[in-house]
């Protein structure tokens, strides 16, 4: 391989020549600096074996990096809305099983899938995640049972026990890569967090919506994960399981003698890639900025 001259040292006036593209070009201009009368005492030439080891070294390595990275197969990266809010996701319906017959329970669970009006749970599944600890009220200390009459509206706060819970995206969503086997995505849930507002009048349900969170690692693709789901759910009716219309998805926990139904609209899912991921890959840059300026020196 061709070796290159690296010129080091100041020139008269503070010049530096640092040229290691061309290794006979560097020699000419050697040759020039004489002829033009600079002095070039306490200038010295070294060869560098394998040629510049700086930025066109460093932007090779970094390309072959990005390259391996973006043909690995895996989901596409992105924010994906539901078609309420002019995306591609089909908006769904939901469910919440009262594992004791009773609202706001722990153990109770969520169930939610898309509906396209005909088919039920063709894009995405969500399945599993149920209270974890005691519903918070909002205000703080005020009372999870409704006055007997007026109006009044509760907010509550819950978190969800996610062992077991999981997110399916199908091959049917824009999220999908052609490069993969199989028909969908499985994201293990992480983080599920809901805040329901209750609107009640003369103590019955009047009016309801709620604001889930969530987020998971993808199976089988180690550095792909959904950060957060954004979901808005509005409250439709809610009575024995032997009453749950066909076309919404079942109770969860199985076997709950009760719950709650309604439809799940505002949908956001967002794909990015797993911070640890981009740490690795910001480490590993550094690593060959480092290695390319000690070379240099």
């Known amino acids: ?3 290159s001259w690296y010129f080091e040292r100041g020139l008269p006036g503070g010049v530096r020549v640092s040229s290691a593209h061309r290794g006979v070009g560097d020699l000419l201009r050697w040759k020039t ?25 460093l932007g090779g390595m970094l390309c072959v990096l990005l390259l391996a990275t973006a043909v ?26 009262f594992k004791f017959g009773t609202p706001n ?3 109770n669970g969520a169930h939610a899938a898309s509906w396209n009006a005909g088919v039920l749970g063709a894009q995405w599944e969500l399945i599993g995640p149920t209270i974890a600890s005691t519903t918070v009220i909002y205000p703080v200390g005020g009372s999870p049972v409704p006055p007997p009459t007026g ?9 969800f026990d996610t062992t077991g819970a999981t997110l399916t995206l199908t091959d049917t969503g824009p ?8 028909t969908e995505y499985v994201v293990d849930l992480t983080l599920y967090e809901q805040t329901l507002t209750v609107t009640y009048v003369n103590g019955a349900i009047a009016n309801a919506s709620s604001i889930e ?32 219309p066909a076309n919404y998805p079942s109770f969860f926990p199985v076997g709950s003698p009760a719950g709650a139904w309604g439809v799940a609209e505002g949908i956001r899912f967002d794909i ?23 070379k240099r020196r």
């Open 1 to 3: 391989m061709r070796p």
């Open 33 to 57: 600096l004489v002829r033009q009368g600079v002095s070039v005492k306490g200038l010295h030439m070294r060869t560098l074996r394998g040629g510049r080891p700086g930025a066109l070294a």
């Open 72 to 97: 690995q197969a895996g989901p596409i990266l992105g924010s994906y809305d539901s078609s309420d809010l002019s995306g591609l996701v089909e908006t769904g319906r939901w469910t919440e099983g």
């Open 105 to 107: 329970t722990v153990g």
């Open 151 to 159: 109006m009044a509206i509760i907010i509550y706060q819950r978190v």
């Open 175 to 182: 999220w999908w890569n052609a490069a993969d086997p199989g």
């Open 213 to 244: 969170t969530f987020q998971g690692d993808i199976q089988g693709y180690p550095g792909y994960q959904l950060l957060y789901g954004h979901t808005v759910g509005a409250y439709e009716d809610y009575g024995l399981a032997a009453q749950l």
């Open 272 to 294: 990015v890639p797993e911070p640890s991921t981009m740490a690795l890959l910001g480490t590993g840059v550094l690593g060959l900025m480092l290695r390319g300026i000690k």
